[in-house]
């Protein structure tokens, strides 16, 4: 041996090496990458459920945000219900109170007229009552005949006058 080798010294070592390898192989490798593996599935498994649960979560939300859009609708459509029968609650007292005010201003006209009339037919009593009462003095003034003092007052110059 020129070098110094010894060729059955190298070719145990390499067989030590080979040994040594494929135990490790055994014990370490393989557990690790099966570890590994299912470790992968897991989070793997993970994040499907997490995307599950995303997806849920978004078709959840689209249906509470299509309630709400119902909801806001629906008080959209209750409100403007409210204000038309507030419009028409309003509209009908004011077309009540002007048949009452209609109804508060015939009356008057009719006792206006009633008032008025009753006044005429007073003051004509009245006038009457006077005529009488002026018949009456004119008659009774001299003691001249009162059909005569009459005749001359409608002439228009009076007993008076003339004499």
């Known amino acids: 041996m020129p070098l110094n080798i010894d060729w059955q010294q190298i070719l145990l070592h390499w067989m030590n090496l080979v040994i040594l390898t494929g ?13 590994m593996a299912k470790r992968e599935a897991h989070y793997q498994e993970l994040d ?18 299509a309630k709400l859009d119902e909801a806001a609708e629906e008080i959209r459509q209750t409100r403007t219900k409210a204000q038309q029968d507030l419009q028409k609650s309003v509209q009908d007292q004011l077309d009540q109170a002007q048949a009452e005010a209609k109804s508060i ?10 008032s008025r009339e009753r006044i005429y037919k007073e003051s004509q009593r009245e006038l009457r009552e006077m005529a009488a009462k002026a018949a009456k003095k004119l008659a009774f003034r001299r003691g001249a005949d009162p059909f005569d003092q009459f005749l001359d007052l409608a002439e228009g110059g009076g007993a008076d006058e003339r004499r």
């Open 105 to 114: 201003v015939a009356k008057a006209r009719e006792e206006a007229e009633a």
């Open 48 to 65: 499907r459920q997490a995307q599950d649960k995303l997806a849920q979560a978004e078709a959840l939300k689209g249906q509470y945000q």
């Open 23 to 35: 135990g490790l192989y055994i014990l370490l490798y393989k557990p690790v990458k099966q570890f």
